[in-house]
């Protein structure tokens, strides 16, 4: 929800215009919110002219930046590079993630877009406790992949995966090794609330992702998307409870994240593009 000061208003309209849900108005020649089904997207803020738009809560204030282009203009065959660059990393340096860059991963994950701006995204790292987590999948993982070789109508990619489990849960009790997270320093689990909303979630996580990987990029740290805990998480409800999850929370998806002790020369190959122009 938002305020008006009428005295800078200048009842331009292109407040009005850019409002999806037709809740602003114009009165006697100013800007006048409804503010009845205003779910605080923010475009009015961001597109009036003479910043007379403010938010009805003064404790959001400080999350409006005026934009200046030269601080946020990004050259867009330098951004494409990065995107084609990078690379899934699956060995890392024992070094803790710098809080600060790991703060900045973060808030690129907080400033993505979410549907009907819900903003019913949020973030469980695992640092201290990432040993409890990791030892909690790999069991359920193992007990998954009992289940999955016991069924005889298992489909054969699974039963690969299967004996992929097994393995790392042999490896890491008998010599350490870790075959689910890598040895990385720290593990992000992306978490939305389905309550209002069952069809966006998950994209929304997936978006604050791509945004958080590409942002840890730029920052020297390597990322690794970790499905496997999203089946953990199905076979233990116990991986809930580290979660924190509430009834209507669930896990979307996980990345490991830390220093990489590996260096790539060169971009891969990519399958062609499947686009059809209507």
């Known amino acids: 929800m938002v305020k008006v000061d009428v005295e800078k208003c200048i009842g331009c309209g292109l407040c009005k215009d850019d409002c999806l849900l037709n809740e602003i108005k114009i009165v006697d020649g100013k800007c006048s919110p409804v ?58 340096k024992k070094d803790a993630v710098d809080r600060d860059s790991f703060n900045k991963v973060l808030e690129a994950g907080r400033l993505s877009p979410t549907g009907m701006n819900s903003q019913e995204i949020r973030f469980v790292v695992f640092e201290k406790d990432l040993k409890e987590l990791k030892k909690t999948a790999l069991k359920a993982l193992n007990d998954l992949a009992d289940d999955t070789l016991a069924d005889a109508d298992s489909p054969k990619a699974m039963k690969a995966y299967a004996h992929m489990w097994k393995n790392m849960y042999k490896q890491y009790h008998e010599n350490g090794t870790d075959g689910l997270f890598y040895d990385a320093p720290a593990v992000v689990a992306v978490i939305a609330n389905t309550k209002y909303n069952k069809l966006t979630p998950p994209i929304d996580g997936a978006i604050a992702c791509a945004n958080m990987e590409l942002m840890a990029h730029t920052m020297g740290l390597a990322t690794c998307y ?53």
């Not at 009015?44 to 007379?52: E, F």
């Not at 946020?72 to 084609?84: A, F, M, Q, S």
């Not at 496997?228 to 233990?236: P, Q």
């Open 35 to 92: 503010n009845k089904t205003c779910f605080g997207c923010g475009h009015c803020i961001a597109i009036c002219p003479m910043n007379a738009v403010s938010p009805l809560n003064p404790d959001e204030e400080d999350e409006i930046v005026e934009m200046k282009a030269e601080e946020y203009d990004v050259d867009g065959e330098k951004l494409l590079n990065l995107i084609r660059f990078r690379r899934t990393v699956r060995k890392y």
């Open 226 to 278: 970790i499905g496997f805990l999203k089946r953990a998480a199905i076979k233990d409800p116990e991986i809930d409870k580290l979660l924190g999850l509430s009834p209507h929370e669930e896990l979307i998806t996980s990345f490991c994240i830390g220093y990489p002790d590996v260096k790539y020369f060169r971009t891969v190959p990519r399958k062609k593009d499947k686009i059809t122009w209507r």
